[in-house]
């Protein structure tokens, strides 16, 4: 099996291409650029499917979800996805993009078996607001006003149920938000203090989604669950915590600009990581003076051989 990984896409419509910043330059005003670029990468791959990790677009609204279902319904091979933070901003989004891609289903998370192997979705962006309450929709640049974003308690159910009804085949879960990290990372402001290793600082906890420990303390219980594939965070990274390795993609609306290929064999799986074609991109997108070039990841976040019988400790 050898399936691709993309994330943060950040689609906007076309005629709303305003560039905007986070680690470097998001370019969305090369849209229509990108959007063929990804798919003709991915179509000349030879990878069996494709998994997105969420954020397909950036504003979340309906002409921008319409223009990203229309995008990667143009792949060779089958494609799944989860939502993003981004992707849930107005009523009614999940069913529009459920239609838009085809799915039976308006609910984003469930489960696919591909070739034995099964892939659990979840949907880490519902909001919840101080009356205890959980929201579908989920206006990101008013997120300092919910409680938390992050999983519906209908999910946490879900998850228990889904592992216990099967105990034995290889799986993988994919979502949005990281549910682990490293100790620490770059701060992003300010820029000001320079080179990336002089800006580390301890992760914030509220980066993570809300009832995030409660799916990783449900995940540990299950040995088959192998690797857990994320993005929002734009970086590409890899952590070893209970057995599970967590793995983070990078954006591709900013620098570097990259997916991963995942080859999968009974006792391993190899990552690699891929740069979208397109050097004049990477250079529109990398601002120099912000020494923001550690989202590409140190070598062992890039490529990696992932054992499932004895790993190695790290």
């Given at each position: 099996?050898r399936f691709?990984?993309?994330?943060?896409?950040?689609f906007?419509h076309?005629?709303d291409g305003?560039?905007?910043?986070?680690?470097n330059?998001?370019?969305?005003?090369?849209t229509?650029e990108?959007a063929?670029a990804?798919v003709d990468?991915l179509?000349?791959s030879?990878?069996?499917?494709?998994?997105?990790c969420g954020?397909?677009?950036?504003h979340?609204d309906?002409?921008s979800?319409?223009f990203?279902?229309?995008?990667f319904?143009?792949l060779?091979?089958p494609?799944?996805t989860?939502?993003?933070n981004h992707?849930?901003a107005?009523s009614?989004a999940?069913d529009?993009?459920a239609?838009?891609?085809g799915?039976a289903?308006?609910?984003?998370f469930?489960?696919?078996?591909?070739?034995?192997?099964?892939f659990?979705?979840?949907?880490?962006n519902?909001?919840h607001v101080?009356d205890?309450?959980e929201s579908e929709?989920?206006?990101w640049?008013?997120s300092?006003?919910y409680?938390?974003?992050g999983?519906s308690?209908?999910?946490?159910?879900?998850?228990?149920?889904?592992?216990?009804?099967?105990?034995g085949?290889t799986?993988f879960v994919?979502v949005?938000h990281?549910?682990?990290s490293?100790?620490e990372?770059?701060r992003?402001?300010?820029?000001?203090?320079?080179?990336a290793e002089?800006?580390l600082?301890?992760?914030?906890?509220?980066?993570?989604?809300?009832?995030?420990?409660?799916?990783?303390d449900i995940?540990?219980?299950h040995s088959?669950?192998?690797a857990?594939?994320?993005?929002h965070w734009?970086?590409n990274?890899?952590?070893?915590?209970?057995?599970?390795?967590y793995?983070?993609?990078a954006?591709?609306?900013?620098?570097p600009?990259?997916?991963?290929v995942v080859e999968?064999?009974d006792?391993y799986?190899?990552?690699?990581?891929h740069?979208?074609?397109g050097?004049?991109l990477?250079?529109?997108s990398?601002?120099v003076?912000w020494h923001n070039?550690?989202p590409r990841?140190?070598?062992f976040?890039?490529?990696?051989r992932v054992?499932?019988?004895?790993?190695?400790d790290?």
């Open positions: 099996m691709a990984i993309i994330s943060d896409t950040h906007v076309p005629t305003t560039d905007g910043t986070l680690w330059r998001q370019i969305f005003s090369r229509e990108l063929n990804i990468t179509n000349e030879k990878v069996d499917f494709v998994l997105h954020d397909l677009t950036h979340g309906l002409s979800l319409e990203a279902a229309n995008t319904r143009r060779h091979v494609f799944f989860v939502l993003g992707d849930v107005v009614g999940r529009f993009i239609n838009k891609l799915r289903s308006r609910d984003f469930y489960s696919e078996y591909i070739k034995g192997v099964r659990i979705f979840l949907d880490s519902f909001a101080h205890e309450t929709v989920m206006e640049r008013k300092k006003t409680f938390g974003v999983f308690t209908q999910q946490l159910r879900y998850i228990e149920e889904e592992l216990h009804r099967d105990k085949s799986t994919v949005h990281p549910l682990a490293k100790p990372y770059p992003i402001s300010p820029r000001s203090l320079g080179p002089r800006r600082a301890p992760v914030d906890r509220s980066l993570f989604p809300h009832l995030g420990k409660d799916v990783v995940l540990d219980k088959n669950v192998k857990v594939f994320s993005g734009h970086i990274d890899i952590v070893l915590r209970g057995g599970i390795h793995i983070q993609t954006s591709l609306v900013e620098y600009l990259e997916y991963r999968l064999s006792d799986m190899d990552i690699s990581t740069s979208l074609p050097e004049h990477r250079q529109q990398l601002v003076e070039t550690w990841g140190e070598l976040d890039r490529n990696r054992h499932f019988k004895e790993l190695p790290e």
